[in-house]
């Protein structure tokens, strides 16, 4: 699956919570961060941060 090109995609459509979220979805944490911290001025950190919180309180929901 083309995953780097779709990736390449989202990010000139500007859908950067796509985008991260697609290297979340695949285990890569490490440049998931890396992308964030690349453009700082887009506050994609922040993004990122809300990603893992959601999936962290998805899964907090799934157990009770």
């Known amino acids: 699956w083309m ?13 950067f919570r796509a985008a991260i979220e697609i290297y979340i979805k695949n285990g ?3 440049e998931a961060e890396q992308f964030c911290n690349s453009k700082p001025e887009l506050g994609l950190m922040t993004t990122l941060l809300k990603i893992y919180f959601d999936k962290y309180r998805h899964h907090w929901d799934m157990k009770t």
């Open 3 to 15: 995953t780097d090109e779709e990736i390449l995609l989202l990010i000139k459509m500007k859908e």
């Open 28 to 30: 890569n944490y490490d």
